[in-house]
């Protein structure tokens, strides 16, 4: 594994992953959701390493919220932790994914797979709906997120937003909120703000009924979508969370559900490894 630095068409450099398996032929390209990247969350490096081991390569995609963290004392868990999405400009989320799409095409990938992660696949559906290219020969969508829903079930969001709306109108923008958005997370003022009002991330209503269904129907490739079978942000219906998604969507893709994960696949990143696999060697 390497690690890479992605230049966007804003100037700005992400910082990513690749697990180089110095065939041209298959690459994945991977976006991680919000608070995750590679040395966070296992699901994406035990991914990126049995790909490897079958000889397909793969770029794991940190946008810019990857790596705007904030190390804190969790005083209950006596340790540090570090998190959060203390900067982001979720508006640019296109800019973000077309980067690394064109980083693989430009190393020479014959086929690139793009896949996402809870908040990253509500990215790759944002761009998929929205490039004029065809680089992407197939997507794989893992547990995206009802965003409306998601700040409906999450805790302290009101809270929040109140407190960003109170900082802005001070000129406080900039600064970090006295709460944890969504209970898990550090976050400015703008940041939180932007979030909420990201109307480009609300892809998948089919909960709330807020959003737009246009990305999924803009959709003009066939892919797979993925999702743990106790997925807590899906109404204790995981699988009829996707069916409804892949309802709008101008293909009928497949849908797998992976037995006794959650939103995260906690415990169960060897087997969403297995899955994505699978699909490759399948489907490509």
Same mark, same amino acid.
């Given at each position: 594994?390497?690690? *890479?630095?992605?230049?966007?068409?804003?100037?700005?450099?992400?910082?990513?992953?690749?697990?180089?398996?110095?065939?041209?032929?298959?690459?994945?390209?991977?976006?991680?959701?919000?608070?995750?990247?590679?040395?966070?969350?296992?699901?994406?490096?035990?991914?990126?390493?049995?790909?490897?081991?079958?000889?397909?390569?793969?770029?794991?995609?940190?946008?810019?919220?990857?790596?705007?963290?904030?190390?804190?004392?969790?005083?209950?868990?006596?340790?540090?932790?570090?998190?959060?999405?203390?900067?982001?400009?979720?508006?640019?989320?296109?800019?973000?994914?077309?980067?690394?799409?064109?980083?693989?095409?430009?190393?020479?990938?014959?086929?690139?797979?793009?896949?996402?992660?809870?908040?990253?696949?509500?990215?790759?559906?944002?761009?998929?709906?929205?490039?004029?290219?065809?680089?992407?020969?197939?997507?794989?969508?893992?547990?995206?997120?009802?965003?409306?829903?998601?700040?409906?079930?999450?805790?302290? *969001?009101?809270?929040?937003?109140?407190?960003?709306?109170?900082?802005?109108?001070?000129?406080?923008?900039?600064?970090?909120?006295?709460?944890?958005?969504?209970?898990?997370?550090?976050?400015?003022?703008?940041?939180?703000?932007?979030?909420?009002?990201?109307?480009?991330?609300?892809?998948?209503?089919?909960?709330?009924?807020?959003?737009?269904?246009?990305?999924?129907?803009?959709?003009?490739?066939?892919?797979?979508?993925?999702?743990?079978?106790?997925?807590?942000?899906?109404?204790?219906?995981?699988?009829?969370?996707?069916?409804?998604?892949?309802?709008?969507?101008?293909?009928?893709?497949?849908?797998?559900?992976?037995?006794?994960?959650?939103?995260?696949?906690?415990?169960?990143?060897?087997?969403?490894?297995?899955?994505?696999?699978?699909? *490759?060697?399948?489907?490509?």
């Amino acid at each position: 594994m390497d690690l *890479i630095r992605v230049a966007t068409k804003r100037n700005l450099e992400l910082k990513g992953a690749i697990f180089d398996s110095n065939s041209k032929d298959t690459v994945l390209v991977l976006i991680s959701g919000i608070c995750s990247n590679l040395f966070q969350n296992d699901l994406l490096y035990q991914t990126g390493r049995l790909l490897l081991n079958n000889n397909i390569s793969t770029i794991i995609g940190h946008t810019m919220d990857a790596f705007s963290c904030f190390s804190y004392s969790d005083k209950k868990a006596k340790k540090q932790k570090t998190t959060g999405v203390i900067f982001d400009e979720f508006d640019k989320v296109f800019d973000d994914v077309d980067s690394y799409v064109n980083y693989a095409k430009n190393l020479g990938y014959k086929k690139i797979v793009l896949a996402g992660h809870s908040l990253g696949s509500n990215k790759i559906i944002h761009y998929l709906a929205n490039t004029k290219d065809d680089f992407v020969d197939y997507f794989i969508v893992s547990s995206p997120v009802d965003l409306v829903h998601w700040f409906n079930v999450m805790p302290d *969001i009101n809270k929040c937003i109140e407190k960003a709306r109170e900082f802005k109108a001070k000129n406080r923008q900039n600064d970090i909120l006295p709460y944890l958005f969504g209970g898990f997370s550090p976050i400015s003022a703008r940041a939180a703000l932007d979030f909420y009002n990201a109307d480009n991330l609300k892809n998948c209503p089919v909960i709330s009924g807020v959003g737009e269904i246009r990305s999924l129907a803009s959709i003009r490739i066939k892919g797979t979508f993925v999702i743990g079978e106790l997925d807590s942000l899906t109404e204790n219906d995981p699988r009829g969370f996707l069916e409804k998604i892949n309802s709008y969507c101008r293909y009928k893709n497949d849908i797998i559900t992976i037995e006794n994960a959650s939103h995260i696949f906690y415990n169960k990143h060897d087997q969403y490894a297995q899955v994505i696999l699978e699909i *490759i060697k399948e489907k490509l």
